[in-house]
């Protein structure tokens, strides 16, 4: 049995949408790691905390619309609806329920009943509900009737083309609802409807329909064969889809970029970045050592080494504006002591935004070993800090094959030679 929808229309009032920023600080257990992302393209979109600390978290969300954004713990996630005016939010994780109203269990989300006293989230939930139970019904129906049918290919869907314009018709035929274009961000099961009627039509019913196209003339089909929201939302799905290279995806940014609103513009900007960053970290000459404190990590590293190169170590900060150029001067420098020395790079910071690191360490291809501690105090106690006294970054430190400082570095390469002129001489030593 399958669930068949008449037509239902939803033209939703009463929603403000303002430009305001919010904060919101989320409470948690010491060993709790939290992440705030968009609720639609969570894979794309991610919010860096403006602060981490051991038991709180904080977020600052420049909002032009109403917005529901994923929460993800170890353990749990949430949507969380912003649609007040407060620009304080605190939400308590530590002892269920969490106390924010507007932060609710997905499970509880996924349900037919929302308890709610948001008469905009009620709406929002029924919309998203809907096409939630209409993506489960046409699945359904690929599995049990036979002009619908559908093979599963490595756990994947696929359809031949009289069985995709069967199921696709019948979509359009049963599933209608009209949804103001404000409300898209707001409705994960609304996109990946469409996303999959994109699918079913281009990828296996009409799929020759892009065949010797512009990419104007892509957009202009897709427009032609859609209404409007649904169209546009379409055309970006089509332009910045996942397994598109990255320099196509730059080609499609620089052709559609005078028409994105802001909220395209940064997942376009997102999605190319993570791209890059994927390209990147295919790179064998950048390598991640793991450790929760910087003396242990390295420690570790000294004794698994067998090259018995000796080592640079190479302290920095992500807030050094002139770290970029201290790299691109420090990449001659490993090409020319690349025989006698290790260079490993320790991030001071790096527990604040990991990711943002990493995606720096690959944009500006930064070779070399790099240990990103995962505790805010790591530096702080680690036995570099305190008996180098390591106050200016970049700061180095060479060490022999067994990890002991056999000399030390502060002035940056931008200004002197010193750095090189030890490396050579420590070179010739045993």
Known sequence: MYLRFFFLSFLIHGFIFQTQASTITILHHVNTEVQLKDAVYPHILDIDPKFRYSESTIFEVDRSENQLYLVATNLDEYYLWMDDSTSEIVIDLRYPPPTFTGLIPIKQWNSQELNAKNSALLTLHKIDNYYSMAIDSLRN?????????ADTVFNTLTWDNRSAKSL??????????????ELITSLPAY???WHFMYKLYYQYFHVNSFKGLSKAEVKSEIEKNFNSPESELLVFHHFFRSGIPLAELKENFEFLKTSFNDREATLAESLIQKQAVNDLSKNQS??????????NALKGFFARDTSKRKNVLVFWSTWNSNISTEFNLLADLKKDFKEEYNFIHICIDAYETPEKTKSFIYKNRV????LLPEQSNAFRQSSYKKELKIKD???YVLTNSKGEVIETESIPLEISNRLRNKLKYFSTKK
């Open 141 to 149: 129906l690929a599995h049990s009737e036979a002009r619908y049918r």
């Open 168 to 181: 696709f018709n019948f979509a359009m035929e049963t599933f209608e609802m009209q949804v103001e274009k």
């Open 191 to 193: 996109v990946d409807y």
């Open 286 to 295: 950048i390598d991640f050592l793991f450790g929760i404190d910087v003396d």
């Open 367 to 370: 070779e070399g070993f790099h």
């Open 393 to 395: 970054f970049p700061f």
